[in-house]
């Protein structure tokens, strides 16, 4: 595809469920980021990958989140006993590292709600 | 650890007006970004600043770079309707080119 894509647009769910998150990149683009999006706020990092390596977790909240990326392209961000304040749109982002410009490309996001 | 701070946080201009969004961040850093999110959707990227001094122009909207005061700026030329959106700017976060983001400019254009 064209740009970064992201199932599902839309997650509702309940307090302590699991949620997988998916993310596509740009085809060929070796590095991708998660963040997220809370409202009235900019995003915040969460965990980057280069290639199949996730080279920087730092800011994930805690051990219920996780992300892979198998097989260095698509990635699942999953988060176990879900909270309410997990609430929020999440954001997937992957760039070339190709150039020194090196731009994120986002995705359209996934917006969670945990009732 | 690397803060971004942008200002106003809400700016209600008129059509044809000129204003400048300020974009402050607390550490040294090689590249700074700009983007602009309308409501429900993603970012999309405006502008790549990489250098001290750099200037970059497209349209309505310029942005600049000046690395020493650790400083960006986004001027809007002759506002129009159109430009309404929230706005951010984003400061590479080191090695792994992570972002760190200010909290964003909320633009309103009247007609």
């Known amino acids: 595809g064209a740009g970064v894509s992201q199932t599902p647009s839309n997650k509702v769910t309940e307090k302590g469920k699991y949620v997988e998150l998916r993310c596509d990149p740009i085809?060929?683009?070796?590095?991708l980021y998660w963040y997220r999006q809370s409202l009235g706020q900019g995003p915040e990092f969460l965990i980057y990958f280069q290639g199949t390596g996730a080279a920087d977790d730092s800011g994930l909240p805690n051990d219920r989140f996780f992300a892979v990326r198998p097989e260095g392209s698509v990635s699942t961000l999953k988060i176990q006993r879900t909270e309410r304040g997990d609430s929020a749109v999440y954001l997937c982002?992957?760039?070339?590292?190709?150039?020194?410009?090196?731009?994120?490309?986002f995705g359209p996001g996934t917006r969670l709600t945990v009732l | 650890e690397l803060k971004v701070e942008q200002n106003p946080l809400f700016l209600s201009m008129q059509e044809g007006k000129n204003y400048t969004i300020y974009c402050n961040y607390s550490t040294t850093s090689d590249r700074l970004y700009w983007y602009r999110q309308d409501p429900g959707k993603s970012l999309e990227s405006l502008f790549v600043?990489?250098?001290?001094?750099a200037v970059k122009q497209e349209g309505r909207l310029m942005a600049s770079l000046d690395t020493k005061a650790r400083l960006s700026t986004l001027h809007i030329t002759a506002a129009v309707h159109d430009l309404s959106a929230t706005y951010f700017c984003?400061?590479?976060?080191?090695?792994?080119?992570?972002?760190?983001f200010g909290t964003g400019t909320l633009l309103a254009v009247q007609p």
């Open positions: 085809s060929g683009h070796t590095a």
């Open positions: 982002a992957s760039s070339s590292w190709t150039s020194i410009a090196d731009t994120q490309y």
């Open positions: 600043l990489l250098s001290n001094g």
């Open positions: 984003a400061v590479d976060g080191g090695a792994t080119n992570k972002l760190i």
